[in-house]
């Protein structure tokens, strides 16, 4: 029956061979954009556990990897989902191992998670027992750096909506033991206010016409835009939408005019909006203080990602919650973040279900960054016993 089977499939997830794969491929540098070697060494440990890899040019040397463990036919195809590049290195090297926990560079975001992804595929090849569904492997080149413009996960869109591998479900393989299926969605802002009368004496225009006296009042229109924010809708995982500034700049010289005002700052909405309506929003925010003043006014979006929601009752989330369970003890936190992931370009790219479980990720991009033994071994049980659930055994 599927139950011990299930129970057998568990016990083979071996924490010590999960370690031995992380401490190897943390000793490989992989920052974002020079991948190559990382690349070969994850393709070769698929190929060592007998799984064939769709090795995907992204750039030369930078590859995608899809690997298929194929089902027996009749249930759903999940994919376990990950990056392999890192942040720049500074410290954290060389990378070592101190009793349960493995330092280095990568340990937790995400090499350890992608070993986790290696000793669940290999317990499920040599246990014998068959899923319906398939259990797809796709790793990613990259995620980290803006230089790679997420060069990987883009092509993963890509090869998705063009069939060369399948996903019903995609669970990226981050987390900290929770589940993280929602995502506010995100732009930056630039506006630019621009004034014929810059670049002259102060004293040959009114600081009533001075366009740094309407970059105020436009600062001002966003601090009241935040606290009707903060007194309006919150959605129950992440709160209150934000607009936030992080760039005001104006001016070369104390009694020179300015020629330009330019604010740059964030803007990160609820599901149920997009990209479109916050552009217009911004716009109906700002150009009024331009005209006002009448200055030049100039809009840019960029790296906007539309919000994503996976619902809490999806069939994929509940049996990844409830392999938590079963694996832990404890019913893991369902949460939502105003920050964005991979996981918003790829429902928003593929309209698959996305959303994240992983081991660990709160010492990501820090100074020392660790990943827990105990913590690997868990979450490849909980991808074991999920892949289970969800894309069914044969019996
Ligand atoms: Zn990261």
């Not at 942040?87 to 937790?108: C, F, K, M, N, Q």
Request: negative net charge.
């Amino acid at each position: 029956m599927a139950g011990g089977m299930v129970a057998g499939l568990l016990e083979r997830a071996d924490g010590e061979w999960m370690a031995r794969k992380t401490l190897e491929m943390v000793e490989i540098k992989s920052v974002t954009m020079d991948e190559a070697e990382m690349c070969r060494y994850y393709a070769d440990a698929l190929r060592a556990l007998g799984l064939a890899v769709d090795v995907r040019e992204v750039t030369p040397g930078r590859n995608n990897l899809y690997a298929r463990i194929p089902g027996t036919g009749g249930g759903p195809t999940l994919a376990l989902n990950g990056h392999v590049d890192t942040v720049p290195i500074h410290g954290a090297w060389p990378p070592r191992r101190e009793g349960d926990l493995i330092y280095g560079r990568g340990t937790t975001d995400m090499k350890g998670p992608m070993a986790a992804v290696l000793g669940a595929a290999k317990a499920l090849i040599e246990s014998g027992v068959k899923l319906k569904g398939d259990l797809v492997i796709s790793a990613v080149v990259g995620h980290e750096e803006a230089v790679a413009r997420k060069d990987g996960p883009r092509a993963y869109i890509e090869d998705l909506n063009a069939g060369r591998t399948k996903a019903d479900r995609i669970l990226i393989v981050e987390g900290e033991e929770d589940i993280w299926l929602m995502s506010m969605g995100s732009a930056n802002f630039v506006i630019t206010l621009t004034s014929d009368k810059g670049g002259t004496h102060t004293n040959n225009t009114p600081f009533g016409e001075n366009p740094i006296r309407f970059m105020g009042e436009l600062i001002g229109a966003v601090n009241r835009r935040q606290r009707e924010m903060d007194a309006g809708d919150r959605h129950p995982l992440a709160g209150p939408e934000r607009i936030d500034l992080g760039v005001a700049s104006a001016g070369d010289l104390y009694n020179r005019t300015p020629t330009h005002c330019t604010l740059i700052g964030t803007r990160r909405w609820m599901p149920g909006k997009t990209v479109a309506d916050i552009t217009a929003e911004l716009d109906a925010l700002a150009r009024p203080f331009a005209e006002a003043g009448r200055l030049g006014f100039d809009l840019k979006i960029e790296q906007e990602r539309e919000p994503f929601e996976t619902p809490v009752d999806d069939v994929a989330v509940k049996a990844v919650i409830a392999a938590a369970e079963r694996v832990t003890g404890a019913t893991p936190k369902v949460v939502g973040r105003r920050i964005v992931g991979d996981a918003n370009l790829y429902v928003h790219g593929t309209g698959i279900p996305t959303f994240y479980y992983g081991a660990s990720n709160h010492t990501a991009h820090a100074d020392v960054e660790w990943v827990s033994v105990e913590r690997i071994r868990r979450s490849a049980q909980v991808y074991l016993a999920a892949a289970a659930a969800y894309c069914g055994v044969a019996e």
